[in-house]
């Protein structure tokens, strides 16, 4: 059975017909949401019986659900005639001005990418699939939560979270060759630190790429990786969140594929410019979290 999780983000086309059959299955009660400028995160979850609650750094405001199909769910605040829009198949909350029956009007001031949505019951998960965004000044660097030939030194054996990285890798591999591009290295340094962080998003329960730069930097330094004459330098990163089921093969194949179907993540396993490659996966409970980090 394929790895069952929701590609979340930023810069993401999921496949609209499994998503419609699984809103039907599993009605959603809250999602976490982000702002793409700003990168910081909120929450939206059910209170009561069509009450809603809305936090975000900027504070907490309560809604109503005026209404409810397939694919959205409309939010209506009425003090500040604020309506909101969860769009449940394009992982889009939309917001602005509210129409007489409390929901969005045509004037939508601004928007937050869906990073998770969560169900009321059902025995399906949706989780949490990669995140991906352009850091300025960095052009070279798009920032996107096994083992016969371990990824990293420090995980040995039959360890089936060493197998998840191992086979996160050479699937990675395999994108490259059927793009006609050179495989990657595996860098020990660099699947250290992404194991490290993979810690870190699993204890905050959350998608980031915070240190990102710090990681890259870190790992080409541990390799002594220098800028060559003519040649960009530089990295990049994926994270995703998921929820595992089936082999370990099949894992790895479903997480690849859908960083191959976001056009950010797909710039980085794609990168023509990136030499080295490190994989890092942890897991609590029957969550995990993943990062890949490239070197160039």
């Known amino acids: 059975m394929k790895l069952k999780s929701i590609l979340l983000a930023l810069l993401v086309v999921f496949p609209g017909e499994s998503m419609a059959q699984n809103q039907a299955q599993t009605p959603v009660t809250s999602v976490t949401f982000q702002d793409s400028a700003t990168n910081q995160q909120g929450t939206l979850a059910m209170t009561g019986q069509k009450n809603w609650a809305m936090n975000s750094p900027q504070g907490r405001v309560v809604f109503k659900e005026v209404n409810r199909n397939a694919t959205r769910i409309e939010l209506f605040n009425q003090s500040r005639n604020l309506a909101l829009r969860i769009n ?5 909350v939309r917001f602005g001005p509210a129409k007489q029956d409390g929901t969005l ?17 059902g025995g399906s998960r949706n989780s949490k699939g990669p995140a991906t965004t352009n850091r300025p000044g960095n052009t070279n660097s798009p920032v996107n939560p096994a083992n016969s030939n371990p990824v990293s030194g420090s995980r040995q054996g039959n360890n089936p979270l060493a197998a998840l990285e191992n086979a996160i890798f050479k699937e990675t591999n395999k994108m490259r060759k059927q793009n006609n591009l050179p495989a990657f290295k595996k860098s020990v340094p660099a699947s250290d630190l992404s194991r490290k962080h993979s810690q870190t998003m699993l204890r905050n329960n959350r998608l980031s790429h915070d240190g990102m730069q710090d990681r890259i930097t870190a790992a080409k330094q541990k390799m002594g990786m220098k800028p060559q004459p003519g040649r960009p330098s530089g990295g990049g990163e994926n994270v995703i969140e998921g929820f595992e089921q089936g082999s370990v093969q099949a894992n790895a194949a479903s997480l690849v594929q859908r960083w191959m179907d976001s056009p950010g993540h797909r710039q980085n396993i794609l990168s023509p410019n990136s030499t080295h490659l490190g994989v890092g996966a942890v897991k609590g409970n029957d969550k995990y979290y993943a990062t890949q980090l490239f070197l160039f």
């Open 88 to 92: 449940t198949d394009s992982k889009v």
């Open 105 to 121: 009007g045509n004037n939508v001031q601004g928007s937050y990418t869906i990073t998770k949505m969560a169900p009321n019951s």
